[in-house]
């Protein structure tokens, strides 16, 4: 059986790029169709992996502002050859489902959502990505074939498999098709339980709907520290507006995330994640999570056994919500065992049953 894995881009390491990992690890020969490749920005993570890039690799500015090329990406993800391959799987949010395949050829969709800025709402998201006006201007003008092209290309896949409840339910809303829901991986085994320092913490790509911003506010008026893990182009603003008591610390290794996870009083997930992994990894390190209700996160956490809710995306309504979490006890070992069944091995045990039910045959890899 040949295998052919495809990402929509390799530009940064995140969950998406975690199981990509996985499926590497399931399918060690096959190569990755990607539109363009960074190895510095997705951390070497696919460093010896047999990688294959699109035209847009060659386009100037294309790897680093890629927002602004919406247009040549369907074109783009569509002029790969899949003619030698018996299966392909596609990691999208957005265009590697597009992949055009043959009869003889089948094509299984790991959904981590229907592309964002087509059926969301369009005009703030645009604002929020701070794309220059002149550009702001020509997307109602773009949006139309973006909407078409997308919903055109949702048929392609065979299957169609969701990262959550929540994703399974904008699948069919937007693409009028079914999923299975197939949770992310989660390295279990590579997170503690270790005794908390005097910090809460904020990890993920320092972008606006990330909401850092709400996060910095909150611990202000509080008085309480907060670390951020990450980097975007955010960053350098929330600096400015951030009090003494917020540390960023840029970058961090994989090796050193889960001193940072195991020692925070908990984590702050402010935004409407479609899954979540860094809250699941927060979890398995034994540390609650105070998150907004919304999105993934209301598939694994539990309100007052792994962590605590607020209901505004507001630094008031953040606020409150620290200061119950204050006045209430955690196990840290109930935390982490609530969020073992996420285990990377039973990622790849269900991908592995998805992929028998094509009537392909494989052998489980090193997780089993």
Not at 122 to 134: E, F, M, V
Not at 166 to 187: D, G, S
Not at 234 to 244: N, T
């Amino acid at each position: 059986m040949k295998v052919a894995l495809v990402h929509d881009y390799l530009n940064q390491y995140g969950g998406a790029e975690r199981v990509l990992e996985a499926l590497c690890s399931l399918f060690p020969g096959a190569p990755i169709y990607t539109l363009f490749y960074d190895a510095a920005a997705t951390g070497y993570a696919f460093e010896g992996h047999d990688i294959r890039t699109s035209f847009l690799q060659r386009v100037p500015f294309a790897r680093s502002h890629h927002r602004y090329f919406p247009m040549l990406m369907p074109i783009a993800i569509e002029q790969f050859d899949f003619s030698q391959f018996d299966l392909v799987i596609s990691s999208s949010a957005s265009y590697a489902k597009g992949i055009i395949t043959g009869p003889g050829t089948k094509h299984i969709c790991y959904c981590h959502t229907p592309t964002r800025y087509a059926w969301t709402d369009l005009d703030t998201k645009a604002q929020r990505l701070g794309y220059p006006k002149i550009i702001h201007s020509l997307i109602p003008l773009l949006m139309p074939y973006i909407r078409v092209w997308d919903k055109q290309s949702s048929a392609r896949p065979d299957v169609f498999l969701a990262n959550s409840n929540f994703v399974k339910k904008r699948i069919a809303k937007y693409y009028r098709r079914e999923a299975e829901v197939v949770y992310p991986p989660l390295n279990f085994s590579f997170f503690s339980i270790q005794q908390p320092q005097d910090y809460y913490l904020m990890i993920g790509r320092i972008v606006p709907y990330k909401r850092f911003d709400i996060a910095i506010q909150a611990c202000a008026n509080l008085g309480l520290k907060l670390k951020v893990i990450g980097d975007g182009p955010q960053r350098k603003r929330l600096q400015r507006l951030a009090g003494r008591n917020t540390e960023f610390l840029g970058l961090v290794s994989e090796e050193k995330l889960p001193y940072y996870y195991s020692h925070a009083r908990a984590l702050i997930f402010p935004q409407e994640e479609d899954f979540g992994i860094s809250a699941l990894e927060s979890m398995a390190s034994g540390r609650p999570v105070i998150a907004y209700r919304a999105g993934g996160a209301l598939e694994y956490i539990k309100e007052e056994s792994n962590g605590v809710f607020f209901d505004e995306q507001t630094p008031e309504s953040l606020a409150g919500a620290i200061g119950r979490f204050e006045e209430m006890a955690f196990n840290p070992s109930v935390i982490r065992q609530s969020v073992e069944k996420y285990d990377v091995r039973h990622f790849i045990a269900k991908m592995e049953e998805v992929v028998k039910k094509q009537n392909f045959k494989i052998q489980m890899s090193n997780y089993k």
